[in-house]
């Protein structure tokens, strides 16, 4: 049987379903294939998978309403045709009583590669052309407080992190790179549509080879891979903006600072330049300062700076840092520390934001377009940072601060989640699960039974990209990939599109949703804007047909100009930058009049409230997964085997566990004032001392769902992040750290279930 080509964020691949058996192969051209790739063979039939449309019990008897019991009742299996009768009928309420905006149809994550069954793609569409519009949310967890800051001091997003420094540039040019947050390869493993090759490792292998030197900053060594002979600097979490300071610091007391860089592209140095000697606050941001903060030695601190001061350096951000309180600090200091180095706009140095931290990042831009789904026009302005959501449902109407405007919450009263995990993604889950109890009705589209199907009312069997047809395309990615349909439909799982189209029929819309095209008619549709535009490039332009049997088109890749950042530093005036002054705004008189006391108009080290207590000692890293994206697949092979006891692993210092009588391999309870949840313990000098790692993305799974605040037998972190915005600018999540204890759980073990699906209840009354 041959192989079909198929992709994934994760990256490229293709396979062939025999036997009730998924095969997957890597890509032929990628160097370095994720193992992420190992969870999707038990993708296509695990018991996890929603088999058939189930409502809540409640839902059912009772209607529409608030309703605490949500996550704790029984389910209800209802033929398709009449759970569509009963959402339509339900989503023409809402809107007939209380229009568009009481629909939050936001619906945040990342869903599946795939650009026409993207999943908030097609409930955006259909949201607009059946009701009329939905209350959106802006921003993301990844990147909330950069998204906003960056475009006031430096640049627009993308121009900052996609359209800036390349891999090839670090390993042609750059003598240090100074990685705040690392670079960690399990992290660029990603990319979201899809990645054909991952270089990153490659880069930076190539680099090291040349003489790059590597400085990671940040809790966990593995942050880089060991072979490219890094110094790691294990600073405490949540302080690198007081390293950055004393970084500074040293340069400007040292004379090695451009001062005419400063001048000439820049804004703000003076005022900046009084707060760093402590002119106008009476410290000093010195080396000794930052030692007592960040943990680090001084003399460690001052020799870095004369590092970065000498060659070229580029200073890198990860997203990690900016997801936590006060996290536009560290994004705009490390934008002012590149500044005071000159060399923003060189080839290879200056400041390239959450390079490593997704592929897609520091690779060059196709010369064509990718095909991309038009979602109509949204008739409702009412929105939320995306963070924002338990506070948008506990606290409809209340006024909510953000970029320099008040804003108010809207009433939601349909919630509408298709291609995200909110029990993966939110903060302080059982604050989660009061919010949701708000609602009068809240859907999912799901393949699989996550804890926020487990929430839903009415929970709709959704297809996994394997059992559909697709194509795979991103911007900063030369290879598209037709997705060819691997196996049959889980179930009774249906495609998200045949969902809305069946819903849209009953509001009166199919026409204006579908146009009139079935998937292969949208497939083709899509292509052609990039066949276009190939073919006005003179390159190659296949028709679909050929394109969809050969598996795979390479799409002409743009040159490397550099993007906006190149072009300002040729700029006559220097001030070519799309911010208010056309500079690199070290003191931005905008943010400053904004009198936000958590985030003022110069970057500035501002104690943060979460730090460790007498009872909650440890501070907790919740990052990312190296065994799957977030918690897509959490049941595969590759991310199971890398558990303990089916726990998730937490990592932490010998020091810190041998306190605590904790061996290697014991199940431990990680636990604050917020929940707890138990973990598997790994004891390892590669964490710094005083921190415990747990990454996110294990299915929350708790102990008894009829109490409050359950203990998490699976490891879920969120049961313990707190749910604040990273400041009145952004409203960033913060999910990244918090403070907890950790005990050796020493009680029989319970196990876990949240891959067993739920037993379908009798019909109330039947
Ligand atoms: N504590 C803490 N929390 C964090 C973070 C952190 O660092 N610390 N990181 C944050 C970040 S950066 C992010 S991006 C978020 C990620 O949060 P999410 O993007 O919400 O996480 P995923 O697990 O990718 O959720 C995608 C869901 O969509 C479903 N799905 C996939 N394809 C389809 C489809 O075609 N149709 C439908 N209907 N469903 C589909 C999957 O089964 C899965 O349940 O998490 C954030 N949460
Ligand atoms: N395998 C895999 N890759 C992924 C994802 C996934 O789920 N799985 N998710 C993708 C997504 S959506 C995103 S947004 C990116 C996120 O990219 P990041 O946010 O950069 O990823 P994280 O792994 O959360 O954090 C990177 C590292 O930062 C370090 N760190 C944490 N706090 C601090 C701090 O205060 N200071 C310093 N200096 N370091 C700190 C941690 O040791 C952590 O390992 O990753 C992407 N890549
Ligand atoms: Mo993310």
Redesign the pocket.
């Known amino acids: 049987m041959t192989d079909l080509p198929h992709s994934s964020h ?1 990256g490229a691949f293709s396979g062939h379903w025999r036997d009730g058996t998924l095969t997957v192969r890597p890509h032929p051209d990628d160097p370095d294939p994720s193992p ?1 790739l190992g969870n999707l063979p038990a993708a296509v039939a695990h018991p996890a998978r929603v088999a058939a449309p189930m409502v809540r019990r409640g839902w059912l008897e009772r209607g529409p309403g608030p309703d605490d019991r949500r996550g704790r009742d029984g389910f209800v299996e209802v033929g398709w045709d009449e759970v569509l009768d009963r959402l339509a009928a339900e989503l023409a309420r809402v809107r007939d009583e209380h229009g568009p905006a009481a629909v939050f149809g936001g619906s945040y994550g ?1 869903a599946s590669a795939g650009r026409f069954h993207h999943a908030q793609g097609q409930l955006h569409r259909f949201l607009n052309a059946a009701i009329g519009g939905y209350a959106y949310s802006v921003n993301t967890y ?2 909330g407080a950069a998204e906003v800051i960056l475009p006031r001091v430096l640049g627009p997003f993308e121009a900052v992190v996609r359209r800036n420094i390349t891999w090839e540039q670090v390993a042609a040019h750059t003598d240090t790179v100074l990685a ?3 670079m ?1 390869v ?2 660029s ?2 990319g979201a549509g899809g990645v054909s090759r991952h270089v990153e490792h490659g880069a930076m292998r190539a680099a090291a080879a040349r003489g790059t030197r590597f400085v990671l ?4 060594r593995d ?1 880089l891979p060991p072979d490219i002979g890094a110094q790691w600097l294990p ?1 405490v ?2 302080t ?1 903006t007081a390293l950055m300071l004393a970084l500074a610091h040293t340069l400007a007391v040292e004379g090695r600072h451009d001062r005419a860089f400063l001048d000439r592209y820049c804004v703000g140095w003076p005022t900046f330049e009084r707060y760093l000697l402590g002119r106008s606050d009476g410290v000093a941001k010195d080396a000794a300062w930052a030692a007592g903060i960040t943990g680090l030695d001084a003399a460690e601190i001052v020799a870095l700076a004369r590092r970065i001061a000498s060659g070229r350096t580029l200073v890198t951000v ?4 900016q ?2 309180e006060h996290g536009e600090q560290p994004v705009w200091m490390g934008v002012v520390l590149a500044a005071m180095l000159g060399q923003i706009g060189l080839p290879g140095g200056g400041y390239n934001y ?1 390079l490593g ?2 592929a897609h990042y520091g690779r060059a831009r196709n010369a064509v377009p990718v095909p991309t789904l038009r979602q109509g026009v949204n008739g409702v302005r009412a929105f939320i940072p995306v963070a924002r959501i338990a506070d948008m449902l506990l606290n409809p109407g209340a006024e909510f601060d953000y970029d320099g405007r008040r804003h108010t919450y809207p009433d939601t009263r349909l919630l509408y989640w298709v291609g995200g995990n909110p029990f993966h993604h939110h903060q302080d889950l059982d604050r989660l699960r009061r919010a949701l109890g708000r609602v009068d009705t809240f859907v999912v589209h799901e393949p699989a039974w996550t804890a926020t199907a487990r929430h839903a009312d009415i929970v709709l069997p959704a297809t996994t990209t394997l059992e559909r047809e697709d194509i795979a395309a991103a911007g900063t990615d030369p290879l598209m990939i037709a997705m060819h349909r691997l196996a049959e439909p889980f179930g009774q799982a249906r495609d998200d599109y045949a969902i809305f189209t069946a819903l849209a029929r009953r509001l009166g819309a199919e026409e204006a949703f579908t146009e009139g095209r079935d998937v292969r008619g949208w497939l083709a549709h899509l292509y052609s804007r990039t066949q276009k535009a190939l073919a006005d490039l003179g390159s190659p332009a296949p028709d679909f047909e050929e394109f969809w049997a050969a598996g795979q088109l390479r799409l002409p890749v743009g040159d490397d100009d550099g993007g906006i950042l190149r072009a300002f530093r040729d700029d006559p005036d220097g001030a070519a930058l799309p911010t208010p002054s056309g500079r690199i705004e070290i003191f931005s008189a905008t943010i400053a009049g904004f009198d936000y006391p958590d985030c003022p108009g110069h970057p500035a080290w501002l104690p943060p409230a979460d730090v460790p207590t007498a009872r909650y000692p440890l501070r907790l ?1 919740a ?4 065994t ?3 918690s897509q697949f959490d049941f595969g092979a590759h991310s199971a085997a890398n558990k303990i006891r089916d726990r998730e692993v937490c990592r932490l210092h010998p020091g810190d566990a041998a306190a605590r009588g904790i061996a290697d391999g014991d199940v431990v309870r990680l636990v604050n004032a917020r929940g707890a949840c138990l973990a598997a313990a790994r004891v390892t000098d590669g964490v710094r001392a005083g921190v415990v ?1 747990l990454p996110t ?1 294990a299915w929350y799974d708790p102990l008894d769902a009829s109490q409050d605040a359950p203990l998490c037998v699976h490891g879920n972190p969120n049961v313990l992040t707190r749910d604040v915005g990273t400041s009145a600018l952004a409203q960033g999540c913060t999910g ?2 918090t403070v907890v204890e950790v005990e050796r759980f020493d009680g029989p073990l319970p196990p876990v279930r949240a891959f067993d699906p739920p037993v379908p209840v009798a019909r109330p009354g039947g």
């Open positions: 994760w992420v990342w990844s990147a705040f947050g690392g960690a399990k992290n493993a990603v900053v940040g809790p966990l942050d600073l979490p949540g690198d990860a997203q990690s840092l997801r936590a959450a931290s997704l890293v990052n990312q997964p190296a799957r994206l977030h790692q993305g990244q750290h």
